[in-house]
């Protein structure tokens, strides 16, 4: 089969890059040509951003990367010297130029071009299977009978990268039950960047070298705070399992985050600045923090953390970011970060969830589907009436603190589900949208006026790119809602 001119284009322009980091990274080991490499990527950057990469942000961001005393070039300081090479430059090559440069401009012509939601990632499970059995987990009762094969694993990311999208992240069940053909993956399509999510059991040597072969993996593993926290929900030996895994990512340069689900049980432990500071100190360098949520029938609503926690939430995490922190460790909230990625993600706007029966569903917590990738394109799934609706349903609250259609504002995903006859994908014990939405309903309303008066007391301001509708990017009310601000 010929080869594009686009096509052609790209893979030489890709040479091109890859040759130039190598040349870069080879002068990073230098200690006095840092700060120049450094500035050298910054101007890269520029290049690849065009009109988009706005002068004075890019003034900025050189007069940090000059500042030695800066935090954040310290930390991308330390993230170099600890990663290995190979692995830096896949990151640099996959997650820098793929993803962020060239994906996220090709990613914004296609949601022109096709009138729907195109995500910057994928989100899918390889199998349903998992050697735990967590309280509160949907996984439980999902059973372990469903694998997504390794051809609709390979469909996903094929048809991906058709629209643009270079990053995938895996969760289950876990992942690393179907280690071999991950790995697989990765080799194959060694442009993209694959993240999973994992317990952390399953990392042993032999992975760990065969991911600095590949260079294109990283981890997030599951910890909920002290060996008590931790193994009350996860089970006994857990901590001690995250610990060696910690250790052996180390050991290979491999980066490597945390997964933290947030409950009322656990909250005060995992946002300990005493824990965050031990984290890091195990080589952690970054963390998603997620709010749990009441999904399944083994859902707990009582571990839903309470209006005080999440308060207590939101001002920690923006601590631990904020220059008056020194720890080597970047927090990522989803439910309290929405003002910085404009509200919900979900529904294909930057992320979309596959599950390991193939079904397309809007968000990992929102089990509910109207298409499958066994018969489905990626690009057909986006416009399926489920995702439609919440491309045009977005933002959900113009409140960032407020984002998600279940847990703040369930009467609107009753509605989206209903509307659009989207089917439950739990075959194992399924519940409606009802069923699930009863268990937010207390809590959206009790967190509501609590989240208006934080969104009130805070500078906001307007992004330069919104990916609404047309329709919701203008919103006069939005105007008349910041004037009584």
Not at 355 to 375: Q, R, T, Y
Request: glycine share 8%; proline share 4%; with cysteine.
């Amino acid at each position: 089969m010929a080869l594009s001119v686009k096509t052609v284009t790209h893979a030489t322009e890709r040479q091109a890059i890859s040759l130039m980091l190598d040349g870069l990274l080879n002068r990073l080991n230098k200690a006095e040509d840092r700060t120049e490499v450094i500035m050298k990527l910054i101007d890269l950057a520029g290049k690849f951003y065009g009109k988009a990469a706005k002068p004075e942000t890019l003034d900025k961001v050189r007069a940090a990367a000059a500042d030695p005393e800066n935090r954040w070039f310290k930390f991308i300081n330390r993230v170099l010297d600890e990663t290995d090479p190979h692995v830096a430059k896949m990151m640099l090559l996959n997650l820098g130029y793929e993803a962020f440069f060239r994906g996220t401009k090709t990613i914004r012509e296609n949601r022109e071009k096709y009138g729907c939601n195109i995500p910057w990632l994928i989100l899918f499970d390889p199998t349903n299977a998992c050697n735990m059995h967590c309280t509160g987990c949907w996984s439980g009762t999902y059973g372990h009978k469903t694998n997504m094969s390794f051809e609709h694993m390979d469909k996903i990311v094929t048809e991906g990268k058709e629209l643009g999208i270079y990053l995938y992240m895996m969760t289950g069940g876990e992942p690393l039950v179907r280690k071999k053909d991950i790995l697989k993956l990765a080799e194959k399509h060694n442009d993209c960047e694959f993240s999973l999510y994992t317990n952390s059991t399953l990392i042993d040597e032999k992975l760990c070298r065969e991911v600095v072969r590949l260079g294109n993996i990283t981890f997030q593993l599951s910890i909920e705070g002290t060996p008590d926290t931790n193994d009350a929900r996860r089970g006994d030996g857990h901590y001690n399992a995250v610990m060696n895994a910690m250790d052996l990512l180390s050991k290979y340069g491999i980066i490597f985050g945390t997964s933290i689900c947030y409950t009322r049980q656990n909250i005060e432990a995992v946002t300990d600045l005493d824990f965050i500071r031990f984290i890091a100190g195990k080589g952690a360098r970054f963390g998603f923090f997620f709010h749990y949520m009441p999904v399944g029938k083994n859902a707990v609503p009582s571990l839903m953390p309470t209006v005080e926690q999440r308060k207590m939430m939101i001002e920690r995490i923006r601590y631990i970011r904020s220059n008056q922190c020194d720890i080597g460790f970047y927090p990522m909230d989803f439910q309290n970060d929405g003002e910085f990625v404009g509200g919900c993600i979900a529904g294909g706007r930057n992320y979309f969830h596959i599950n390991a029966n193939g079904d397309a569903e809007p968000c990992v917590f929102i089990h509910f589907s109207d298409s499958n990738i066994k018969d489905k394109t990626i690009l057909e799934m986006l416009q399926s009436p489920l995702f439609k609706a919440y491309h045009e349903g977005q933002p959900f609250n113009r409140n960032h603190l407020r984002p998600c259609p279940m847990l703040e504002n369930p009467e609107l995903l009753r509605k989206m589900v209903a509307e659009t006859g989207a089917k439950g994908t739990n075959d194992e014990s399924e519940e409606t949208a009802d069923e699930l939405c009863s268990k937010c309903d207390e809590y959206a309303k009790t967190w509501g006026p609590v989240a208006d008066r934080i969104w009130a007391s805070q500078t906001h301001k307007k992004p330069s790119y919104e990916n609404y509708t047309p329709e919701k990017r203008e919103h006069p009310e939005l105007a008349a809602f910041e004037h009584v601000l």
